[in-house]
Nanobody, 123 residues
Framework: QVQLVESGGGLVQAGGSLRLSCAAS????????MAWFRQAPGKDREFVGLIRPSANTDYADSVKGRFTISRDSTKKTVYLQMSSLKVEDTAVYYC?????????????????WGQGTQVTVSS
């Protein structure tokens, strides 16, 4: 059974940093694209970034240069390092997993999701 568990959310001041973790029980972890999405109140869930099995990454323009995704295959964990945080980064952040190489930015195409972790950036 696939499970994704996020952790690391919290309250941080604008300009600060935070690291989210997503522990995955996915056999085999190495074959999955691992993505981060976020959803702010009243808004649709949006793509943040992803890391492919090859370790190649892709980011939304809004976070490029500020956020970094990495994966530790031995720990089956994906990380989202967030720096230079802005108030508009406030959202619930979700980890998601899928196989395949299409529609990687579309949340509707992801089958497996974590429960989400709240990130709040204060001004």
């Amino acid at each position: 059974q696939v499970q994704l568990v996020e952790s690391g959310g919290g309250l941080v001041q604008a300009g600060g940093s935070l690291r989210l973790s997503c522990a995955a029980s996915i056999p085999p972890f190495a074959g999955y694209n691992m993505a981060w999405f976020r959803q702010a109140p009243g808004k649709d869930r949006e793509f943040v970034g992803l890391i492919r099995p090859s370790a190649n990454t892709d980011y939304a323009d809004s976070v490029k240069g500020r956020f970094t995704i990495s994966r530790d295959s031995t720990k089956k964990t994906v990380y989202l390092q967030m720096s230079s945080l802005k108030v508009e980064d406030t959202a619930v952040y979700y980890c998601a997993a899928k196989v395949g190489s299409t529609a990687l930015r579309d949340p509707k195409d992801y089958r497996f999701w974590g429960q989400g972790t709240q990130v709040t950036v204060s001004s």
